[in-house]
C-alpha cells in the first residue's frame, strides 16, 4: 500500500513568511476563489481609509462656482467614499485577469506548460501583498490626511521623503516598498509556478514594472501640458 502525500493549500499569511513554499502549493493546488474574496474585501477596506483621509470637497470649493456648506461637504465625501469601495470591488480582479492573460501568452511563446488557472492563483495570491500596502497607506492617510508636499506619494513610497513634481516625482513615487516587493513575488511565482527560468522571470516582472513607471510619467507629461 502506497500513501499519497497530500499537499497543502497555498495560504496567504504564507505569502509574507515563505511565499516560496506558497508557490509550490499553488503549482500543485492553484486555489483562487477564497483568497480574491478576502483581498477584495482588503481593497474595499482600504480604498475605503484612503477616501476617508482625501479632501474632496475641499477641492470642489477651490473651483469657481463650487461653494459648499457643511452638509454638501459631509454628502460628497460620503458618496466619495462609497463610490471608490463600490470601485474596489472590480479592481483585483481585473488586475490579476489582466496580468495572468499576458503571462499565459508569454509561457505559450516560451512553451510552459503552465496553466492559465495555476497563474490567476498565483497572482491572486501575490495581489494579498498589495492589498497590505494600500491598508497601511490608507489607514496612515485617514489618521494623518494627505501628504500635502506630495498628494499623489503613498507614504511608504520615496516620494513621501523626497517631494518632486513632475516625471521625476512619479519615478520616486512608484520606488515603493509594496511595489517593489510585488516585484520580487512575481519573478519568484514565475519561476516556481511557471517554470520560466530566473534570468526570463526577473526580465518579466521588471519590465512590466518599469512600464507601469512609464505610463505614470505619460500622464504626468499630459497632466502638465494640459495646466499651460
Given amino acids: 500500500m502506497s500513501e499519497e502525500t497530500k499537499v497543502q493549500n497555498p495560504s496567504l499569511l504564507g505569502m509574507i513568511t515563505n511565499p516560496t513554499e506558497q508557490f509550490e502549493r499553488i503549482k500543485e493546488r492553484p486555489k483562487i476563489w477564497i483568497a480574491m474574496i478576502i483581498i477584495t474585501i482588503l481593497f474595499v477596506i482600504g480604498t475605503w481609509l484612503t477616501t476617508l483621509g482625501m479632501d474632496i470637497a475641499?477641492?470642489?470649493?477651490?473651483?469657481?462656482?463650487?461653494?459648499?456648506d457643511e452638509e454638501s461637504i459631509a454628502m460628497v465625501q460620503t458618496f466619495a467614499a462609497i463610490g471608490s469601495a463600490v470601485g474596489a470591488l472590480f479592481i483585483p480582479i481585473f488586475t490579476v485577469l489582466i496580468s495572468s492573460f499576458i503571462y499565459?501568452?508569454?509561457?505559450?511563446i516560451v512553451k510552459s506548460e503552465v496553466?492559465?488557472?495555476?497563474?490567476?492563483?498565483?497572482?491572486?495570491y501575490i495581489l494579498i501583498i498589495s492589498a497590505i500596502g494600500l491598508i497601511i497607506n490608507g489607514a496612515i492617510m485617514a489618521i494623518v490626511g494627505v501628504n500635502m508636499?506630495?498628494?499623489?506619494?503613498?507614504?511608504?513610497?520615496?516620494?513621501?521623503?523626497v517631494s518632486s513634481g513632475g516625471?521625476?516625482?512619479?519615478?520616486?513615487n512608484s520606488i515603493e516598498v509594496f511595489q517593489i516587493w510585488v516585484v520580487v513575488l512575481t519573478a519568484i511565482g514565475l519561476n516556481k509556478v511557471a517554470e520560466f527560468s530566473k534570468g526570463l522571470a526577473w526580465t518579466i516582472a521588471i519590465v512590466?514594472?518599469?512600464?507601469g513607471i512609464v505610463f505614470g510619467m505619460i500622464g504626468a507629461a499630459m497632466s502638465g501640458f494640459a495646466g499651460v
Fill in 149 to 161: 508636499d506630495n498628494p499623489d506619494a503613498m507614504f511608504t513610497s520615496l516620494g513621501s521623503l
Fill in 208 to 211: 512590466f514594472f518599469v512600464i
Fill in 104 to 108: 499565459w501568452v508569454i509561457a505559450k
Fill in 115 to 124: 496553466s492559465f488557472k495555476q497563474l490567476f492563483s498565483m497572482n491572486t
Fill in 58 to 68: 475641499g477641492e470642489m470649493e477651490g473651483m469657481e462656482g463650487m461653494e459648499l
Fill in 167 to 172: 516625471i521625476f516625482g512619479v519615478i520616486l
